[in-house]
Each structure stands twice: as C-alpha cells, then as structure tokens.
T-cell receptor, first 112, second 113 residues
Framework: DAKTTQPPSMDCAEGRAANLPCNHS???????VYWYRQIHSQGPQYIIH???NNETNEMASLIITEDRKSSTLILPHATLRDTAVYYC?????????????FGQGTILTVHP | NAGVTQTPKFQVLKTGQSMTLQCAQD?????MSWYRQDPGMGLRLIHY???????DQGEVPNGYNVSRSTTEDFPLRLLSAAPSQTSVYFC????????????FGPGTRLLVL
C-alpha cells in the first residue's frame, strides 16, 4: 500500500471551507484514495473516495491531482461538528480484502 | 437499520479472564472486520471475514479468535486477557463489491487490569 503524508493538525473557522491535503506519491495505478474521519470517541466514518477524477458527495469534495500523487479533501462549509481526525487511505481492494491502513491523520479543529 | 452494533460498550477484565466482544450488522454485508485502537494511534486490523464461514488474520491477530457462523454476527473472543489488550475495539462491515467503504460500530472500550 502507498504511504501517505498528512499535516498533523489544521484549524478552520466555522462556515469557511476546510482544505485537507494528503501526499501519496507512491500510489499505484489501481489504488483508490479513501477518506475517513473519526470524531472523538466514535468509530471512523467513511467520507468519500476516488481514483482519478474529482468526486463530490453530500459530505465533501475530493480533488486528485493529475499525476495522482496528492489529493485534497474539501469540506465546503465547515461546522463545529466537523472537528475530527481525518484519514487519507490509499487502497487497492481485491487481494487486500479491505485492509484499511489508518495512519496518524490530520486533526481538524473548527472554531467559532 | 441499526447499522453496526457492538456490545458491551465498556468492560473491565482481570488478567487471564476470557470474554467475547459482540458485533452485529443488519445491512447484509458480506465483509466484516475487527480493529483495535490504542491511545494516540491509528486503527490496526485484528481479524476479518469475507463471508459466513470464512475468516482470516489481520495485522495483530495474536490473543484473539473469531468465527463467522452467520452473515450478521462476527464475535471477537479474547482467550486470556492481558494488560496489552487494553484498547478500544471497533467492528466494521461493508459490501463485498466495495470492501473499503466500511461502516464502523461505536466501539467497545476494554480495560484489562
């Protein structure tokens, strides 16, 4: 699995967009990029995933660079409830049988 | 749907005791897994199952047993609890065609004295 680099922590003002970067320069061609978050004391929550194209759902947008070496998760209008640890996880599926490798992630703090 | 449920929410054990952590899902998901999370660390995969009757080891399987007799249930058994197994345990499930999109339970906090 590809290794990832995420900033340890970020701050964001409530109502503003939160842009969380992830570097995955060793990602292989068949690996998707998954994003999860974990709110304090809760189980992780799936947010979004993508392979090459940018993706958007009701929670967030995912921007993947053309060379696929990095991606950015965008929370368009952050709220206090978005304060959590955000994990960027490359995964190929198939023989990895869904083994998600959770690193240290980015602690996002949304403040009033 | 209740999603993924876990019981108990919190448990205290003495060294050497055994216990079973329960996990159930009502989404008819083929894939289920157990993770543990130690303070300040990411999640580590203990065991997983791709369907009823099929289980396999993850990253840190020692000291734990699993079985999958039904699609809905995936219990995790601690054979002889040790202080090193003090952790928060999360169960997850997903559909077989997208196993990386996993739904997690609320967790069981285990303290082994």
């Amino acid at each position: 699995d590809a290794k990832t680099t995420q900033p340890p922590s970020m701050d964001c003002a409530e109502g503003r967009a939160a842009n969380l970067p992830c570097n995955h320069s060793t990602i292989s061609g068949n690996e998707y990029v998954y994003w999860y978050r974990q709110i304090h004391s809760q189980g992780p929550q799936y947010i979004i995933h993508g392979l090459k194209n940018n993706e958007t759902n009701e929670m967030a947008s995912l921007i993947i660079t053309e060379d696929r070496k990095s991606s950015t998760l965008i929370l368009p209008h952050a709220t206090l409830r978005d304060t959590a640890v955000y994990y960027c996880i490359p995964s190929a599926g198939g023989t990895s049988y869904g083994k998600l490798t959770f690193g240290q992630g980015t602690i996002l703090t949304v403040h009033p | 749907n209740a999603g993924v449920t876990q019981t108990p929410k919190f448990q205290v054990l003495k060294t050497g005791q055994s216990m079973t952590l329960q996990c159930a899902q009502d989404m008819n998901h083929e894939y289920m897994s157990w993770y543990r999370q130690d303070p300040g660390m990411g999640l580590r995969l203990i065991h997983y199952s791709v369907g009823a009757g099929i289980t396999d080891q993850g990253e840190v399987p020692n000291g734990y047993n699993v079985s999958r007799s039904t699609t809905e249930d995936f219990p995790l058994r601690l054979l002889s609890a040790a202080p090193s197994q003090t952790s928060v345990y999360f169960c997850a499930s997903s559909k077989g065609d997208r196993v990386e999109t996993q739904y997690f339970g609320p967790g069981t906090r285990l303290l082994v004295l």
